[in-house]
């Protein structure tokens, strides 16, 4: 049985970190990624990153140079390190993985299998 396990979130004053974690077990998935919803908003990608090659990473253009994405084989876990958090990264996140490898990344369509989510609110 595939699970993606969320932890991490919590509240946090603006400018500081959160690191989120998605353990992954069930199966070996070609890529991970998160995604986040804010209240009233569609769900919006956020990160993602090939199993296989770690250098192969994507994000948002709204957390480039803030968050970063990462993954330890070894523990079949995806991380993001959340940095300079701001008020509008305030959502639910959520953990994503693909099966068969797709050239996109940046689309819910692309994404098998989606963990319970972790809430992150940035107060001001």
């Known amino acids: 049985q595939v699970q993606l396990v969320e932890s991490g979130g919590g509240l946090v004053q603006a400018g500081g970190s959160l690191r989120l974690s998605c353990a992954a077990s069930?199966?070996?998935?070609?890529?991970m990624g998160w995604f986040r919803q804010a209240p009233g908003r569609e769900r919006e990608f956020v990160a993602a990153?090939?199993?296989?090659?770690?250098?192969?990473?994507y994000y948002a253009d709204s957390v480039k140079d803030r968050f970063t994405i990462s993954r330890d084989r070894a523990k079949s876990t995806v991380y993001l390190q959340m940095n300079s958090l701001k008020p509008e990264d305030t959502a639910n996140y959520y953990c994503?993985?693909?099966?068969?490898?797709?050239?996109?990344?940046?689309?819910?369509?692309?994404?098998?299998?989606w963990g319970q989510g972790t809430q992150v609110t940035v107060s001001s």
């Open positions: 990153t090939r199993w296989n090659n770690g250098a192969m990473i």
């Open positions: 069930g199966r070996t998935f070609s890529t």
């Open positions: 994503a993985a693909m099966t068969i490898l797709r050239v996109g990344v940046r689309s819910r369509d692309d994404y098998n299998y």
